[in-house]
């Protein structure tokens, strides 16, 4: 029987970050850097840090619904960025690291609704959640060398001091989504 998939579009900030933390979890085929959520055309990296696209940093990522649910996808999504802080994830600063989530169809859209609205009920003196949540329009790739930029350069300072801790976080509070527990992850 073949695999039926999805595909989820999340922003959380930086893609070199959030890229790494889907594509350990069981159930994702995979992971793809890129940017949407604007209006611009073919957007660049340079266009969009220098302010000249209204496009987010986001990830593509293909998934099997039947092996992780989209509400676990949600709940890494929520874990791993702060979705209470306008246009900033840590030190990076800018409209491009805005939480965003983009649905492909209604039951993403209402889940992503449902979730949220859990969220803020949860903790009501702390900090409402601001993540946008958008149909996707069109989802733009992101040049070759933002691709599997942590697995391609693990010890760059950056992958050193702000994506290893997100990855052990993780492994520490989501190990039983990790592809490393499945041992039949496709």
């Not at 889907?22 to 159930?27: C, H, M, P």
């Not at 293909?62 to 709940?75: A, E, M």
């Not at 900090?127 to 329009?137: A, G, N, R, Y």
Request: aromatic share 10%; net charge negative; hydrophobic share 30%.
């Amino acid at each position: 029987m073949a695999l039926k998939n999805e595909i989820a579009i999340f922003g959380g900030g930086c893609f070199w970050c959030t890229e790494a933390i889907f594509e350990n979890l069981a159930g994702v085929r995979s992971v793809m850097s890129g940017y949407a959520g604007g209006k611009t055309e073919n957007p660049t990296y340079n266009k969009i840090h220098n302010g000249e696209s209204d496009h987010v940093e986001v990830i593509q990522i293909d998934f099997n619904p039947d092996q992780i649910p989209y509400d676990d996808l949600l709940t890494v999504f929520f874990a791993s960025h702060d979705p209470t802080t306008p246009n900033r994830q840590g030190s990076d600063i800018g409209p491009q690291y805005r939480s965003l989530i983009l649905y492909t169809n209604d039951s993403q859209k209402l889940s992503a609704e449902k979730f949220i609205e859990k969220l803020n009920k949860s903790t009501p003196e702390g900090q409402p959640i601001i993540t946008e949540i958008k149909p996707l329009t069109k989802f733009y790739p992101a040049e070759d060398y933002h691709q599997d930029f942590y697995r391609r350069n693990p010890e760059q300072p950056y992958c050193q001091v702000v994506i290893n801790p997100k990855l052990e976080k993780l492994q520490k509070e989501f190990a039983n989504l990790l592809k490393s527990h499945d041992k039949n992850h496709q």
